[in-house]
């Protein structure tokens, strides 16, 4: 091998080293030492507060979808916050500006078909991230400090015990049996009975 040969050899495995002439390592790169592919302890805190803050920010609103939304202020179907929605206000329609009807409030269409869909994904996505965090905690646990992994169950208790209230809550189960049941919303996009049961 002469000089020239050997000169390209070594670019080339610096490369792979580096992950490029610009000399920034690749944290998944085989040729990286074993403690190089493990996260540093600051890097899996900020990961886990993260996911701690999508839980919150994803935990589904079921109690909303037995609640039509509010009005205008001053029209005749203002509905009070936390009142829940009884069969005569959603079979009842109302007046729209220039006095055309407004549909009643459904699971099918409208404002109660995109607040079901929401919860549905909502349900789907806390399902995944108790499935990341278990991956992170599975992978990573001899790296974390004692209060990521305080961080981290958590957030899994937050999962569960959000499930929990609601899957406890007989009168937000039967309404929105009822509800889901006479909107006739198709059986593949109902949610079961009790509602979060696989979070919980």
Do not use: F
Not at 102 to 111: A, D, F, I, K, Q
């Amino acid at each position: 091998m002469d000089a020239q040969d050997q000169q390209r050899t070594t670019t080339r495995r610096g490369m792979l080293w580096y992950g490029g002439p610009c000399g920034q390592r690749q944290a998944g790169c085989s040729h990286l030492a074993p403690d190089e592919n493990k996260p540093p302890a600051a890097v899996l805190l900020q990961l886990i507060r993260m996911l701690q803050q999508v839980v919150q920010d994803t935990l589904p609103d079921v109690a909303e979808l037995v609640m039509p939304p509010l009005r205008a202020a001053g029209s005749v179907d203002v509905q009070a916050p936390g009142t829940p929605l009884t069969p005569a206000a959603a079979a009842s329609g109302v007046l729209m500006p220039g006095g055309q009807p407004r549909p009643p409030y459904t699971l099918r269409e409208g404002v109660g078909m995109r607040r079901l869909v929401r919860c549905r994904v909502q349900a789907g996505v806390q399902l995944l991230l108790v499935q990341a965090a278990s991956e992170v905690y599975a992978q990573h646990y001899h790296h974390m400090a004692p209060n990521a992994m305080v961080l981290l169950a958590d957030a899994l208790q937050q999962v569960s015990q959000h499930a929990r209230r609601v899957n406890t809550d007989i009168a937000l189960r039967k309404q929105l049996a009822a509800q889901q049941a006479a909107d006739r919303v198709a059986e593949d996009r109902c949610l079961p009975d009790p509602p979060l049961l696989r979070q919980e």
